[in-house]
């Protein structure tokens, strides 16, 4: 007997039964995400958009936010952020027919983040306003890493993208990428006697951009 | 495999009375625990919806352990649509063998590891070790006890016991390029610089799993530091080595758990960086593995599972609260238990893993208040659970060998009640020594106790006596 059949028959004898009930199952497990208002944080704003620009800039998260009203902003508001920063304009930026549509000029501009990179850009696909989250797919335009290298990470968020509770991005029926990574903040670590220090291992910095 | 851990088990008290007599390990427990109490409290009450949403945690779990079959198999199925590769281990041997014999597959000369207490509990840095294969860990916690060559003091903080002091010289003395000033901002920049290239070039990334979710086939990490990514992006094979019990249905029901989690174990509201991995790189995809590997790990959890009180054990999330708000743990810390899983809930779990012989001292680590059920996010009744393991020890020379190395425990006590209750009340008259000395008293260690230490008493009365004084304060007869 295999180790496989030999753990399911050692779990199903340890169940007591033979043929689980797949409909029964699936109603059950349907039935345990009944009334989700009763299991997690209101918003503290109605409008999931405030909502998500209070919580991304709040302690919890710990980022920096820029609002602005059109896509077309985005290279001035990213050359405010990195003057700021007295870093180069320079970015690892995210090939997203949009964003690369942008009028860049005077940006040295690649599209995967190098190992010691300072700044990338990327458009994250959803917004998460409970917990202030963005969410990237990987895919042929995202690269994962761009996520993680930088110091900086810089993230460009549509208004109409934003969902309220974590549980609506559960339900999207888009098709599951590689990788979802959902970012809520920058990389943190309480590794040494519980001190927060950021910039681990992936950002030091998260800035939001949002659009609309 | 376990060998390092199941090896120092019978040393027990000799590492409590070490552990006692420690005042900077009593002070790198305090910063770090302490911190986190305060942080968990302060985020529930953010979080009045907590009780509900523990209720539901509960609740989820077990009918994920009530269906685990068929969970397991659903998994495997949309895994191995994704184009995952799944393997089956029925213990840690087993699941290091697999994980061995991929890497010679990949050819790889050095693996990255992002924290996982299964890998731990089935010795997987051992078997590397054996195996010739250079090991990178990555969280920055096992990074430090890798240099230190310890093995981890707790499940969310395994470096915990060490101060900055220590981390400071275990950095100079192993980097390339280490920090010039004693912050721990530079320590940890001094260790991001030391890791960069190791995650670039890595031929395998290992990691563990929070969460399966059945219904896609997607295997859930959580981490802060983003080590998670870093290990499983970068290098051409990515293993994951996950147990059993990690299933949940679908990602909406680990939304209602990361919730729970997450809060319990750091205070935060979610992890920093949450990912779900489906499937190898897909065409296209700028980066990622090419191969993607599942390894689900038995290693006794179907024995827990046929017994209905180890069963409940079966919920944990791994998420530390117990051992935050263990009066014990934080007096001896996580070593002096000489297991992979400390505090309560390793005490509950390192029997059923490794066997109550071996294990036998520490369900007596307890004073029985109650505090880590009443922080668990999955309300585990580990009081009760480590009292059973009590009554077993108890009893062991009443029943007959068979009975002592199978798992039936708790149908054997369940059907002698006044077994049960006799084993309770002899478990609590010894710990009631405990004011006395009791079983720390058997020690040399009263003085070292005493000196960094202000240890509540234990409430000296079994349950089953308490519930007796109260029915007949309310005038009914037990
Ligand atoms: S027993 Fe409960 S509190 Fe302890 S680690 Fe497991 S889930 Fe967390």
Known sequence: MSTRETILDSVRAALGRRRPDPAAIAAEAAALLADPAAIRPALPVPDPVEAFALRVVSPKVGATLERIAALGALPAAVARYLDAHGLPHALALQPDPELRALDWAGYALRDTARPDEAAALGQALWGIAETGTLVFHSGADTAVLNHFLPLHHIAVLQAPRILPYLEDYAALSDPAPRNANLVTGASGTTDIEGSYVRGAHGPRFLHVVLVG | ?478
């Not at chain 2, 000799?14 to 006692?20: C, M, Q, S």
């Not at chain 2, 009443?398 to 006044?418: C, D, H, I, K, S």
């Not at chain 2, 009263?446 to 409430?459: G, I, L």
């Open chain 2, 1 to 478: 495999m376990a060998a390092t851990h199941a090896d120092k088990v019978h040393v027990f008290k000799e590492d409590v009375t070490r552990a006692l007599g420690d005042a900077t390990l009593k002070l790198a427990i305090d910063r770090t625990t302490v911190t986190a109490e305060r942080k968990r409290a302060a985020a529930l009450v953010d979080f009045p919806e907590f009780a509900e949403a523990r209720r539901r945690g509960t609740a989820i779990k077990n009918h994920v352990v009530a269906n685990l079959d068929h969970y397991l198999e659903q998994f495997e199925r949309n895994a191995l649509a994704s184009g995952a590769h799944i393997h089956w281990a029925k213990d840690a041997d087993e699941a290091c063998a697999i994980v061995i014999r991929l890497c010679r597959a990949a050819g790889a000369r050095s693996v990255t590891r992002a924290k996982s207490m299964l890998g731990e509990e089935i010795g997987l840095p051992h078997a590397l070790a054996e195996a010739g294969i250079e090991r990178v860990e990555t969280d920055l916690a096992e990074h430090i006890i890798q240099l230190a060559g310890e093995t981890p003091s707790h499940i969310i903080w395994p470096a915990l016991h060490k101060t900055r002091e220590q981390v400071s010289e275990l950095f100079k003395a192993a980097h390339r390029d280490p920090h010039k000033v004693e912050e721990v901002e530079a320590m940890v920049e001094s260790a991001r610089r030391e890791l960069r290239d190791r995650f670039m070039n890595a031929d395998v990334g290992i990691s563990g799993a929070n969460f399966l979710l059945a219904d896609s086939g997607a295997v859930c990490t959580v981490t802060n530091e983003g080590n998670a990514e870093l290990t499983t992006t970068p290098p051409r094979v990515h293993i994951v080595t996950a147990g059993i019990e990690k299933l949940v249905p679908s990602m909406a029901h680990a939304m209602a758990m990361l919730r729970l989690l997450v809060r319990s174990a750091t205070g935060a509201d979610l992890t920093q960086y949450t990912t779900f991995h489906t499937g190898p790189r897909r065409a296209g995809d700028r980066d990622g593995p090419e191969e993607f590997h599942i390894v689900l790990v038995d290693n006794g959890r179907s024995r827990m599972l046929a017994d209905h009180g180890l069963r409940e054990m079966l919920r944990c999330i791994r998420c530390g609260a117990c051992m935050n708000h263990c009066v014990v743990y934080r007096q001896i810390g996580g070593h002096a238990y000489g297991a992979t899983y400390p505090g309560p809930m390793g005490a509950v779990l390192t029997p059923a893993l490794e066997g109550v012989e071996k294990a036998k001292d520490l369900p007596h680590a307890c004073t029985l208040n109650g505090r880590c059920q009443e922080v668990c996010p999955v309300s585990i009744p580990l009081p009760t659970l480590l009292r059973g393991w009590r009554d077993r020890s108890w009893k062991e020379g009443l029943v007959p060998q068979a009975m002592r190395t199978g798992l039936g425990l708790w149908r054997f006590v369940a059907e002698r009640p006044r077994l049960y209750r006799l084993g309770s009340a002899v478990a609590v008259r010894a710990m009631r020594l405990f004011r006395r000395g009791g079983w720390i008293a058997s020690l040399p260690l009263a003085k070292s106790w005493t000196a960094y230490r202000d240890m509540p008493a234990p409430a000296g009365r079994t349950f089953m006596e308490q519930l007796r004084d109260r029915e007949r304060q309310g005038g009914r007869q037990p």
